[in-house]
């Protein structure tokens, strides 16, 4: 089987309900069946174990990059900013027209989801 055109190394892997993704982490993990949730977040930064033991962003850079990964974070899972998403997913997949006295703070919104996205995934690109 393959997917993205790509064959799938992890097509034996007996992860439910998980995507491609998933079940290789699962598999590179050794993690089986549902004994262990998982969720992956991939940072824009590396972390590295201080004196102490405790995990921390590696340097000034990291701790900078860290710092706005958490704010877009805030800003993404904001409830306006979620209510924005789901009205779209409304329109995208109900027969939905959005009244014209409310199209200013649709695009306003739109806008606004744009540049965060954009900005959070500039996070990633160094």
Same mark, same amino acid.
């Given at each position: 089987?393959? #997917?993205?055109?790509?064959?799938?190394?992890?097509?034996?892997?007996?992860?439910? !309900?998980?995507?491609?993704?998933?079940? +290789?982490?699962?598999?590179?993990?050794?993690?089986?069946? !549902?004994? !262990?949730?998982?969720?992956?977040?991939?940072?824009?930064?590396?972390?590295?174990?201080?004196?102490?033991?405790?995990?921390?962003?590696?340097?000034?850079?990291?701790?900078?990059?860290?710092?706005?990964?958490?704010?877009?974070?805030?800003? +993404?899972?904001?409830?306006?900013?979620?209510?924005?998403?789901?009205?779209?997913?409304?329109?995208?997949?109900? #027969? %939905?027209?959005?009244?014209?006295?409310? +199209?200013?703070?649709?695009?306003?919104?739109?806008?606004?989801?744009?540049?965060?996205?954009?900005?959070?995934?500039?996070? %990633?690109?160094?």
């Amino acid at each position: 089987r393959t #997917v993205n055109g790509f064959e799938n190394p992890f097509q034996d892997c007996k992860c439910e !309900h998980t995507g491609f993704l998933g079940s +290789m982490l699962k598999k590179v993990f050794n993690l089986r069946g !549902h004994a !262990h949730p998982t969720s992956f977040v991939i940072l824009p930064y590396k972390l590295v174990k201080d004196s102490s033991g405790a995990v921390v962003p590696e340097d000034a850079s990291s701790s900078l990059v860290a710092a706005q990964f958490s704010k877009y974070i805030l800003k +993404m899972t904001n409830p306006q900013f979620l209510c924005h998403q789901l009205e779209k997913k409304l329109i995208n997949h109900v #027969v %939905y027209r959005l009244p014209i006295s409310e +199209m200013e703070r649709w695009i306003s919104a739109e806008e606004k989801e744009r540049n965060i996205e954009k900005c959070f995934l500039e996070l %990633y690109s160094s």
